[in-house]
Nanobody, 127 residues
Framework: QVQLAESGGGLVQAGDSLRLSCTASGLTFSGGSVTMAWFRQTPGKEREFVAASFRGVRTYYTDSVKGRFTISRDNAKSTVYLQMDSLKPEDTAVYFC???????????????????WGQGTQVTVSS
C-alpha cells in the first residue's frame, strides 16, 4: 500500500520561506520510474500543478513559481521537497504531494493522472 505523508506547511509573511516535505512508503524511488509532484488548491478552484520531478531526471515548474520554488528529492529517503522562497499571498493554498510510477511527460501537469496523493498541508502567506 502506497502512502504519502506531507509536512512543513504553516503561516508565514510575504517574502518568507517554507520547505514542504513528502515521504512515500510502498514506492520504490530508485530506478527512474517514479514521478513526484506538488499541486495546490484553493477553495472553489481546481487543483493546480506547481512542480514535478519527472522520474527523477528533470524538474518542471508552473510559470508563477519559477525562480522562487525548487523541487528536489532524496531517493534514499523516498522523500521529495518543495523549497518555497519569496512567498506571496497568492501562494496561499493547500499543497498536495502526488506520485505515480507510470506517468508520461504529457500527463505530468494533470492531477487526474496521478495514482497516489498525500493528505495536503496548508500554506498561508499573509501580506
Amino acid at each position: 500500500q502506497v502512502q504519502l505523508a506531507e509536512s512543513g506547511g504553516g503561516l508565514v509573511q510575504a517574502g518568507d520561506s517554507l520547505r514542504l516535505s513528502c515521504t512515500a512508503s510502498g514506492l520504490t524511488f530508485s530506478g527512474g520510474s517514479v514521478t513526484m509532484a506538488w499541486f495546490r488548491q484553493t477553495p472553489g478552484k481546481e487543483r493546480e500543478f506547481v512542480a514535478a520531478s519527472f522520474r527523477g531526471v528533470r524538474t518542471y515548474y508552473t510559470d508563477s513559481v519559477k525562480g522562487r520554488f525548487t523541487i528536489s528529492r532524496d531517493n534514499a529517503k523516498s522523500t521529495v521537497y518543495l523549497q518555497m522562497d519569496s512567498l506571496k499571498p497568492e501562494d496561499t493554498a493547500v499543497y498536495f504531494c502526488a506520485a505515480d510510477n507510470r506517468l508520461i511527460l504529457s500527463s505530468m501537469r494533470t492531477p487526474q493522472q496521478y495514482d497516489y496523493w498525500g493528505q495536503g498541508t496548508q500554506v498561508t502567506v499573509s501580506s
